[in-house]
């Protein structure tokens, strides 16, 4: 009897610890925070990429938490996570201790980011000053206009050997984006990965800026960073080029560390 019972817990103990192996070879790679905008005229967007993201992190074996403004940001949050998405979320409305935070979460090596399409309206809004740190990690670059009647356009990519850029052809085409115009080109002071062909807007436009970089990382920083201007329609993850790059940009910021 003494036997039987003892093969019993021998039993019921192999399986628990073969389910505790099972869960340890599943354990999240990196987590991820995502600050993303719950409204307004970017909430399709949103709610398009999250569920993306959400199947992008059950795929590949990380943890996603999202939140909707930057009052909770704080160093001790942030090193938290091994990447910050900056969903469609301007640099402004920050309070001091989040951009502290943000500031030496980019200068410590520790974790990496990901901005897309709002995080460049840099300028006076709402009643905010511009933030000068966030302008110049940018490169330098200050909002002053955009295409609000939205343009197709060619993208090209400059750095063929970029680990973001795999996989990408060398142009494709976004459709119905706006297309920041800048007070300059950041391109002196990042390097950039892809610009937009202004000669091929559909319709065309007079909003032009020249040299039109819309995809960059600024070097530095000791925290990996990409930022990618295209981001206002859902339509875009219909868009294969697009979310590879989307993709890439995620795993080549979190692969540093």
Not at 5 to 31: H, M, P, W
Not at 107 to 122: D, E, I, Q, R, Y
Not at 175 to 180: A, H, M, S, T
Request: aromatic content about 16%; hydrophobic content about 40%; charged content about 20%.
């Amino acid at each position: 009897m003494k036997n039987s019972i003892l093969a019993i817990i021998l039993l019921i103990t192999s399986f628990f610890l073969q389910e505790n192996c099972f869960g340890q070879g599943k354990k999240s790679k990196f987590k991820a925070l995502v600050l993303y905008e719950n409204g307004g005229h970017h909430l399709p967007f949103t709610l398009a990429a999250k569920p993306w993201l959400n199947k992008l992190a059950i795929d590949s074996s990380f943890t996603i938490d999202y939140i909707e403004n930057t009052q909770t940001i704080n160093e001790a949050l942030l090193k938290q996570y091994k990447v910050f998405i900056q969903l469609d979320y301007p640099p402004y409305t920050w309070s001091e201790e989040s951009m502290q935070a943000f500031q030496k979460y980019m200068n410590s090596g520790k974790g990496g980011w990901v901005g897309l399409h709002h995080a460049t309206l840099l300028g006076e809004f709402d009643g905010y000053p511009m933030w000068q740190w966030f302008s110049d990690f940018m490169g330098g670059i200050k909002f002053v206009n955009y295409i609000p009647t939205f343009a197709d356009a060619k993208v090209k990519i400059e750095d063929k050997l970029h680990p973001v850029l795999k996989g990408i052809p060398s142009n494709f085409l976004i459709q119905k984006e706006e297309w920041y115009i800048y007070d300059k080109s950041p391109r002196a002071n990042v390097h950039v990965l892809a610009s937009v062909d202004e000669s091929t807007y559909v319709p065309n436009s007079q909003i032009k800026m020249g040299d039109h970089p819309v995809v960059w990382t600024n070097d530095h920083f000791a925290s990996r960073n990409v930022y990618i201007f295209m981001g206002h329609s859902p339509e875009l993850f219909n868009n294969e080029a697009y979310k590879t790059l989307l993709r890439n940009s995620i795993f080549w910021v979190t692969s540093k560390n």
